[in-house]
């Protein structure tokens, strides 16, 4: 650490130094050894409603809870700003101002040390309310985006709304035709793994190569779709338990066939679970998926690479 210049030039250092701070876009709060409020900086004021020259020289435990007073969760506030004067910086945290307007905020501490001096702290916070609400924005347009294609852009299958829209339009001819269909859901397993050691780009490539080599174990009239991550449906019209089974051991067959890890020695297995809808029933579609969610557990719990269809008891 460097030490403090001595002299008459530090008053006027020290001067302009407090006048930077005092006008940082980010609001200041700095407390010395003592646990003394030395500066609240016009920002920090600003954003929770309190004039800084009020609290200037008082103890930190009664700044701090005016602070918190303007606080959406007063005491989410004062866990994430307390900490012992000579304690490690915290890491950023996310907290709502609710007074005198709402704000959406980030709060940082610090330790602030000083040669021959007990260590103090400052409290950073910054208004990123214009950032979250462009954030909140941009979902909502992807999600927008979303119902209005029918397609996932990374494999280019049919999203989860569609398979929804296929799904119910199937129930609706078989409970007319008197007629069964079958669900597969399935997802990769081990998939956060590879993402983990291998990053996301080669996770997406094994989604891409798992939706073009799965097209080819089923009929032209079979739906497959990404239904979120890397879980993926399939929609077998007309299918029965021992349809569907074969449609799922087929997958398994064709993914050893075709391994999709980033390296030859990197196999990637599949957990497939599968629900049919017999007549008579009073279960939806929706239950049919449910259920097949439901077998997708029980397959995988009996290790990778397994497929459980889950079919109604014979009548």
């Known amino acids: 650490m460097r030490p403090m210049p001595d002299g008459p030039e530090w008053g006027f250092l020290g001067a302009a130094l407090f006048a930077v701070l005092d006008t940082a876009d980010e609001g200041l709060v700095v407390f010395d050894g003592e646990g003394r409020c030395r500066m609240i900086g016009r920002r920090a004021g600003e954003i929770f409603g309190v004039q800084p020259a009020a609290y200037v020289g008082r103890p930190r435990d009664d700044v701090l809870r005016a602070l918190a007073e303007a606080c959406e969760e007063p005491e989410a506030f004062l866990e994430a700003v307390e900490a012992a004067p000579s304690g490690p910086a915290k890491p950023a945290v ?37 950032e979250r609400a462009a954030e909140r924005a941009g979902k909502q347009l992807q999600a927008r985006l979303t119902e209005l294609t029918p397609y996932d852009t990374l494999t280019g299958l049919l999203n989860q709304r569609r398979f929804r829209e296929e799904l119910e ?19 990769v397993d ?96 929706e239950n049919i998926v449910q259920r097949a969610g439901q077998a997708v557990f029980h397959a995988r719990a009996h290790g990778p690479g397994q497929v459980y269809v889950d079919a109604p008891p014979a009548k």
């Open 94 to 130: 996310d907290v709502d101002v609710r007074r005198p307007r709402p704000r959406a905020v980030v709060c940082r501490t610090a330790s602030v040390a000083c040669e021959g001096r007990p260590p103090g702290r400052l409290i950073v916070v910054r208004d990123v309310t214009r």
């Open 190 to 285: 081990g998939m956060g793994a590879l993402n983990e050691e291998f990053g996301v780009p080669v996770g997406d490539q094994v989604l891409e190569q798992l939706a073009s080599g799965l097209k080819a174990c089923l009929r032209e009239y079979d739906v497959l779709a990404r239904l979120d991550g890397d879980e993926f449906g399939v929609l077998l019209p007309g299918a029965d338990a021992v349809a569907a089974q074969a449609v799922g051991e087929r997958m398994l067959k064709r993914i050893e066939e075709r391994p999709l890890g980033p390296g030859a020695e990197r196999k990637v297995t599949l957990s497939v679970g599968g629900a049919v809808w017999v007549p008579p029933s009073g279960e939806t579609s």
């Open 169 to 187: 339009r199937e129930h609706g001819r078989a409970m007319r035709a008197w007629d069964s269909y079958a669900v597969l859901r399935f997802d």
